[in-house]
C-alpha cells in the first residue's frame, strides 16, 4: 500500500517504531489503519487504544486477553487478527502450562465466516480440555455484551466492550484489506526461543497419528522459560 501523504508516512513511520519495539516486527495493520483514518486520528486512535489494552493485559493476563480477541476476531471474520491474537495466546499457554492448546491458530483461523454460536461452541469445546475451562464464562459474557452493551455493570464489563470496539475498527480494516498474516500480536513473539519450540512442537504433533498424540504435558526445552526480551 503506497502512501504518498507525508503526515501519513510519518505517523506510519511513529506507529510501526512502536510495535516494531513492542512486539518485534512491523505489523501489516497499521498502513491500512492510518489509511482509513488520517495521520492525526490513526495517531490519537493508536495512543488511545494501546493504553486501555495495555491496562487490561496487565489486569487479566495475556491468557484471557488474547483468548477474548482471537474470540472476537473470529466471530467478525477476521484471518489475519485471529492468527495475530491467537499465535499470542498459543505461545502464551505453552510457556505458562507446558501444553498445547488442543485448536492451532490455523484451526482458529478456520473458524471465521461460521455463525458466532459455532464459533464460541468450538472454543468452549477446546477450552474443556485444558486448564482454561473458567474462561468460558468470559467467552459467554463477551458475546452477551456484543449484543447488548447496555448490560454492562462492571469494570471488567467495560474492558470487555472496548475490546469488541477496538476489534471491531482492527478486524474491518483486516478484512476490508485482506491482510496476510504476520506474527504473534504480543511481545511474547519477541521470544524466538519459544516460537521455535512452539512450531517443533506442533510439527511433531502433526507426525503422530491421531491415536497415538498424548493428551499430557509437553515438556519443555531449558530454552523455553528464557525471559520475553
Given at each position: 500500500?503506497?502512501?504518498?501523504?507525508p503526515?501519513?508516512?510519518t505517523?506510519?513511520?511513529?506507529?510501526?517504531i512502536?510495535?516494531?519495539?513492542?512486539?518485534?516486527?512491523?505489523?501489516?495493520?497499521?498502513?491500512?489503519?492510518?489509511a482509513?483514518?488520517?495521520a492525526?486520528?490513526?495517531?490519537?486512535?493508536?495512543?488511545?487504544?494501546s493504553?486501555?489494552?495495555?491496562?487490561?493485559?496487565?489486569?487479566?493476563?495475556p491468557?484471557?486477553t488474547?483468548?477474548?480477541t482471537?474470540?472476537?476476531?473470529?466471530?467478525?471474520?477476521?484471518?489475519?487478527?485471529?492468527?495475530?491474537?491467537?499465535?499470542?495466546?498459543?505461545?502464551?499457554?505453552?510457556?505458562q502450562?507446558?501444553?498445547l492448546?488442543?485448536?492451532?491458530?490455523?484451526?482458529?483461523?478456520?473458524?471465521c465466516?461460521q455463525?458466532?454460536?459455532?464459533v464460541?461452541?468450538?472454543?468452549?469445546?477446546?477450552?474443556?480440555q485444558?486448564s482454561?475451562?473458567s474462561?468460558?464464562?468470559?467467552l459467554?459474557?463477551?458475546?452477551?455484551?456484543?449484543?447488548n452493551?447496555?448490560?454492562?455493570?462492571?469494570?471488567q464489563?467495560h474492558?470487555?466492550?472496548?475490546l469488541i470496539?477496538?476489534?471491531?475498527?482492527?478486524?474491518?480494516?483486516?478484512m476490508?484489506?485482506?491482510?496476510?498474516?504476520?506474527q504473534a500480536?504480543?511481545?511474547?513473539?519477541?521470544?524466538?526461543?519459544m516460537?521455535?519450540?512452539?512450531i517443533?512442537?506442533?510439527?511433531?504433533?502433526?507426525?503422530?497419528?491421531?491415536?497415538?498424540?498424548?493428551?499430557?504435558?509437553?515438556?519443555?526445552?531449558p530454552?523455553d522459560?528464557a525471559a520475553?526480551?
Open positions: 500500500m503506497a502512501i504518498t501523504n503526515f501519513r508516512a505517523a506510519i513511520f511513529l506507529i510501526e512502536f510495535y516494531d519495539q513492542l512486539w518485534g516486527f512491523k505489523p501489516n495493520i497499521v498502513r491500512p489503519v492510518v482509513q483514518k488520517g492525526v486520528r490513526s495517531l490519537f486512535w493508536f495512543a488511545r487504544n493504553l486501555k489494552y495495555a491496562s487490561t493485559l496487565e489486569q487479566w493476563g491468557l484471557r488474547h483468548l477474548l482471537t474470540s472476537i476476531s473470529a466471530i467478525n471474520g477476521c484471518p489475519y487478527s485471529v492468527f495475530g491474537q491467537a499465535f499470542a495466546l498459543q505461545l502464551t499457554y505453552l510457556k502450562t507446558g501444553n492448546l488442543p485448536l492451532t491458530e490455523r484451526e482458529m483461523m478456520a473458524l465466516g455463525e458466532e454460536a459455532q464460541l461452541s468450538t472454543l468452549e469445546q477446546s477450552l474443556s485444558t482454561l475451562t474462561e468460558i464464562l468470559s459467554q459474557r463477551m458475546s452477551e455484551l456484543r449484543h452493551p447496555t448490560l454492562a455493570t462492571t469494570e464489563d474492558q470487555l466492550i472496548h470496539q477496538m476489534f471491531a475498527t482492527l478486524n474491518t480494516c483486516g476490508r484489506n485482506n491482510l496476510p498474516t504476520d500480536h504480543a511481545s511474547i513473539n519477541k521470544n524466538r526461543a516460537r521455535d519450540r512452539y517443533a512442537l506442533r510439527e511433531a504433533e502433526r507426525a503422530q497419528p491421531k491415536a497415538a498424540q498424548p493428551a499430557g504435558v509437553t515438556v519443555l526445552h530454552a522459560i520475553d526480551f
